[in-house]
Each structure stands twice: as C-alpha cells, then as structure tokens.
C-alpha cells in the first residue's frame, strides 16, 4: 500500500501545482502540424505564438497576469486536430491561434465553438472556414476565392494560348485553391487541359508527370502542399520537361527549396504581400533574426493573431470569448501586419494576394501584384 | 508509344522498389511463417541510415559520387542488418515457441517503436536531400514526346537486379541457403540433421534488413526525401505485392512488386490518378480469387 500512497499524494501534489498555475497566468493554445509533412508551417506558428508571449510577458502581460502558451498537434490530421480542439476546450483555455492546414481549422472550429473558444486562423484560407456562420472564428489571412482569382489573373496574362493543367492532393486547402483557380481560369475564358488529383503523402509522380509531357503542358498548377509539390518539381525536371510549377500559399517556407534545391527557380506561388516587409513588423522582424529565426510565411501571421486578441482582451477588460469576439468585431488593430479590421463573418476586410517566385539560390521574392476581388 | 515506353520506365523502377522490401517480407514468412509487419519501419530505418552517412562523408570532404554511393550502400547494408537482426533477437525469438499470433502482435509493437525512436531522435521533419545522380539520357524522341532514362533510374534498377542476382545465388546454391531452405520446410528436421535453426533466421532478417536498407537509401536518391512515417505505406505496398507474388516466393516477391508498380502507373497514366490504389488492390483481390496463393506461391496447408 505505501507506495501506492505515495503515488497518490504525488499525484495530488502536482494537481494542486497545476491549478495553482492556472490562477496566476491566462493560457493562450497555439495549435498546428508540430509533426510530419506540414511540420515546417507548425514550426511557422509556433515561433509567430513564441516570440509573442515572450514579447507580451516582457511588457507586462495582460491583465495584470502572465501568458502561458499550449501548444497542441494536429499533424495536419483532422482527427487529430478535433481532439486536440477538445483538449484545448475542455482545459478551459479562451483562445487558440490556430490552425494551419484548412482540413484541420474546420472540423476543429466546431469544436471550439461547443467550448467557447475564440479560434483565429493565421493561416487556413479555405473559405468554408468563415461561411459557416459560426461566432467564434475569424482568420488574418487571405480566402482562396481571392488567392485562385489571383493565381488564374497571372495564368491568363502570361501564359495565354499555352496549356495549362491543374492538379490537386484531394485535401481541403488543395482541393479548394484547385477548383478556385480553375473557376477564375474558365471565367476569363482560359481552358485548362488537365485537371487530376492525387494523394497528398504520394512520393510518386513520374506517372503524372509522363501524363504533362505528353500533353505538352507549359504551366502546371498545384493546389497541395509543398512536399509533393517539390517532388513533382524534381521529377517533371528529371524527364527532361521545363514546365513551370505555380502552387499557393502553402509554399512559402524554406523547405521548398532544400526539396527541390537550386530546381526551384522560376517556380511560382501566391501569398499575401511579404509581411516581413511591412514597416510594422521592422522591429519584430529583428528580434527574430536575433535569435537565428527567419520569421517567413505565416511567422508574423500568428503573431499579429495573438496581438488582436490581446488588445482586445485589454480593451474588454475580460478574456471572455463572447465578449471579446464583439469587441474585435467593432475595432480597428494595429499588428505587426498594419492595421486589421474584421468583416461579420470573421474575414479582414482588405486582402491582398501577391505572385512571388523562387530562384536557384532557395530565395523567394515578389515579382507582381494583383487585388483580389 | 513513346509514351507507353515512358510509363514502363517509371513503372519498373517503382517497382523495382516495392520488390526490394517485398522480398523482406517473404523471405521471413517463408523461414518462419509470420508477417513481419516491423519490415516497411525496418526499410524506413535504411533510409536514414543512408542519409546520415551520406551526410556524413559530404562533411568530411568527399567528393567522388561513385565512392560515395558504394560506402553509404555498405554502411547502410551492415547498420541496417543490425537493426534487423536486434529486432528478431528481442521481439521474435523469445515467441518462438508462443502461440501463432503473439509474434506478429510482437511485431506490429516493434514499427511502432521503430517509428517513434526515429521520430525522437530524428525529428518529426522532413529530411530532404538535394538530388545527388542528376543527368539522364534522352532514348527515343519523336518530336512532341522524348523518352527519358533518367540516371537514378538506371541506377535503382541496376542495384536491384545485381542483388537479386546476388541473394538468388545464395539461397539456391550456398551452405546458408540450403539451411535456409531445410528450416523453411522443417525446423525440427533440419536442427536433428546438425542446422543451427537460430543462427539461420537470424541470418534471414539480416538479409531482409540489408535489401531493405538498399531499397531505403534507392528511395532517398529518387525521391530525395525521407521521414520517419514512410515505412508505413511502403510496408503495406511491398507486402501487398509479396502476397500477390506468392508469399515465401523470392522471385514472386520480385514478380509482385513489379506488378504493383506498373498497376499503378499504367493506370494513372490511362486512367485516373485518383483511384490508382483502388485498381492495385482491386488486381490484388482477383487475382487471389483465382489463385489463393499468389502468382508463384505455393500452397502450404499448416501455415496462416
């Protein structure tokens, strides 16, 4: 029996430690695929949730109490994500900037809406997300009814009376970003000549990629992610094609080019105008590159999802989701992104989507603007 | 017609892959008679193994692609055997004598921890490598099409069928592979006739472990990424395809794993992308209709 005491009294002990944890600090949930293929985008959200909670202890917190971040896993797995969604609610946490990948944000958002929780996406651009008229969602990134506008606007300026196919991995992001793209292509009245899906985690593609050649294809759009689309990159260039690969957002990490290596040149992607750029996020910026972090992609994304909620919380004086909700809804925030304001659905009124392309050196850059619609 | 001859490179290469674990497989069910589900976690250990080396001797300072290859192909074999090797050592032999299931459950809990050990100690990331065999050759070119022999491609098919050859020989013609095959028939005979039954299986997962190393480190030059959850699709399509060519059979491994491959391709080349593992199953389920123990199989009463 006595170790079975002690086991119990420990066990009581760190409970007590737990709770006790609780009371003095508010616990904010950052929540992504930590682990496999789309590990690096976690990475992405985990250093944007870091450096904030760091950079909000240090000026004193919120309310008068600490931050603590959680931080929980989805591997991109939608089953994962909604069980994570349920940890997060049922530990009575009030706000998750999360998730990444669109398969993911969407099953977990209902679950956050049955706990209360105030779900802001930094990255999840399929626009199911906001058109479910749930009331606890809102996202600081771009839909992919404007990211496919964009991407089909570059199609048809320079790739007119070429051929075009568009291939898609079947996920929710992916398959959206593909048929948003092709609906903008056909209404300007551009025929695509393939349109095929795949299976994301697929590491063969010479199949496909035999299918472009004979087709004589110039432009290949990937709605995916950017493991297969590096591989169909190195596989179309290994049976000798010089098709262009254009894809999303989702290519906006380094990554990409430590797949592909110096074949990345001239390979496309849309996302919002590089926010390490913007002049609100210098000084951010700097600290990151402080601490050895390249804060790319959706880094600062993550960061000004948790400033909104902040200042709001502040504003409230309450981390209250509902209340907080209204008060984000009514306002105008200044993040590291510029200023922010959010439509009823829980959208950021103005979205711009830009044209980037990488070069052999593993560096992407702009090359082109276009409004959204 | 080029592009069928295109579809038939990229399908036997691929194929040539899934053979290379399928033989893992079989040669283990013929020897004992169970499934070693830890097998696709065995080949995704090879993989990186082979990456590390290569790493490794890119540090140092070498240069010399062929030299290179050769030493990571060697450390990989000799590592990865050991691995397999430990694994039969600690999860299978104790179970020997156990009932049927107990070391297929042994070994569906050994890829687990195969996997996860990766995971920790490697990282939940991707591991790409930048292509190391570039170059190819242009075979036919009929003005809108050229057929395209890529030199990663000679080089997978290459080592695979130097290997088989290899291990073939051996099972047919050695000291090793005639106790290979007396203990594949009868164990108990074989050990009153003076073979020593656990050095014989224990030597059959070194050499399933070394062929699944070289098909790991054949997956990182071709596709040039590894990733501690590979194993698991792998594992299943090499060991659909050693079902399908008969399981036990060392050429049916081979037979079925280029079947596999060339399903696939051909049929998201003729087809649809989409549903190319609905048709390799589909085959797979005729085809043990109408022989239930695989194109080259041979029927075996007592054994599940």
Same mark, same amino acid.
């Given at each position: ?143 992919? &009814? ?5 991407? !089909?606007?570059? #199609? =048809?300026?320079? *790739? %007119?009376? @070429?051929? $075009? ?108 105008? &590089? ?5 609100? !996020?210098?000084? #951010? =910026?700097?600290? *990151? %590159?402080? @601490?050895? $972090? ?80 | ?304």
């Amino acid at each position: 029996m006595k170790p079975l005491k002690l086991i119990g009294l420990a066990f009581g002990a760190s409970l007590a430690l737990s709770t006790a944890a609780f009371a003095q600090d508010i616990t904010v949930a950052v929540a992504g695929p930590m682990t496999g293929s789309e590990s690096a985008f976690g990475r992405q959200l985990l250093n944007g949730a870091e450096q904030f909670v760091a950079d909000t202890n240090a000026a004193g917190g919120v309310l008068g109490k600490k931050l603590k971040l959680f931080v929980g896993d989805d591997a991109c797995d939608p089953k994962q994500a909604r069980s994570v969604a349920e940890k997060i609610g049922s530990a009575g946490i009030p706000f998750v900037a999360g998730h990444f990948c669109s398969s993911s944000s969407i099953p977990a958002s209902e679950a956050y809406a049955d706990s209360n929780v105030l779900q802001i996406t930094p990255a999840s651009t399929n626009p199911l997300f906001t058109e479910r008229k749930l009331k606890n969602v809102l996202r600081v990134c771009g839909r992919d &009814d404007q990211q496919g506008v964009v991407a !089909a606007d570059y #199609i =048809v300026k320079n *790739f %007119k009376g @070429k051929n $075009v196919a568009i291939l898609n991995d079947k996920t929710t992001y992916g398959k959206g970003l593909a048929d948003e793209t092709k609906k903008a292509l056909n209404k300007a009245g551009f025929q695509e000549k393939m349109f095929e899906s795949y299976n994301k985690g697929d590491k063969d593609f010479n199949s496909i990629v035999s299918r472009l050649k004979r087709d004589n294809i110039d432009l290949v759009f990937v709605g995916g992610y950017h493991q297969e689309a590096g591989l169909i990159l190195r596989q179309m260039r290994d049976q000798g094609l010089k098709t262009v690969l254009m894809a999303g957002d989702a290519m906006n990490d380094k990554e990409f080019a430590s797949i592909t290596g110096p074949l990345a040149a001239g390979t496309l992607f849309t996302f919002g105008p &590089d926010p390490r750029l913007k002049p609100t !996020a210098k000084a #951010i =910026v700097e600290e *990151f %590159k402080k @601490k050895g $972090v390249d804060p790319e992609g959706y880094t600062l994304y993550t960061y000004a999802a948790m400033q909104v909620w902040t200042e709001a919380v502040k504003k409230a004086g309450t981390t209250d989701p509902e209340k907080v909700m209204k008060v984000i809804k009514a306002g105008e925030w200044d993040t590291v992104l510029g200023k922010l304001a959010f439509d009823e659905k829980g959208d950021i009124k103005a979205i711009d989507y830009v044209v980037y392309k990488w070069d052999d050196k593993g560096n992407y850059a702009e090359i082109g603007s276009g409004k959204g619609t | 017609m080029d592009y069928f001859f295109q579809q038939l490179i990229n399908g036997l290469v691929l194929g040539s892959i899934y053979g290379l674990i399928a033989i893992g497989y079989t040669m283990v069910y013929g020897i004992v008679g169970m499934i070693n589900f830890a097998h696709g976690d065995i080949f995704m250990i090879g993989g990186f193994i082979a990456l590390i080396t290569f790493l490794i001797l890119v540090s140092i300072g070498l240069t010399m692609v062929p030299v290179i290859l050769l030493l990571v192909l060697l450390v990989a074999m000799a590592v990865t055997a050991l691995y397999g090797w430990t694994v039969e050592r600690i999860a299978y032999r104790p179970l020997r004598q156990s009932f049927r299931l107990a070391p297929m459950l042994s070994a569906i809990g050994m890829s687990f921890v195969l996997s996860n050990f990766a995971q920790v100690s490697q990282g939940a990331r991707v591991k790409p490598v930048p292509p190391i065999i570039t170059g190819g050759y242009t075979l036919h070119d009929s003005g809108n099409f050229a057929v395209q022999l890529s030199n990663v491609q000679i080089v997978v098919v290459a080592t695979t069928i130097v290997l088989l050859a290899v291990f073939s020989y051996i099972v047919a013609r050695t000291r090793f592979g005639r106790d290979m095959r007396a203990c594949e028939q009868d164990q108990t005979m074989a050990a009153l006739l003076g073979v020593d039954v656990d050095r014989t299986i224990s030597m059959t997962f070194v050499i399933g472990a070394a062929l699944a190393a070289v098909a790991g480190m054949m997956y990182l030059l071709y596709y040039g990424l590894v990733d501690f959850f590979m194993g698991f699709i792998a594992g299943i399509k090499a060991f659909t395809a050693a079902v399908l060519g008969g399981i036990g059979s060392l050429p049916g491994a081979m037979l079925g794993g280029l079947a596999i491959g060339l399903i696939e391709t051909f049929w998201s080349a003729y087809f649809s992308v989409e549903y190319k593992d609905v048709a390799a199953f589909s085959i797979l389920i005729v085809v043990l209709i109408f022989m239930p123990t695989g194109l080259l199989g041979r029927p075996e009463v007592e054994k599940v």
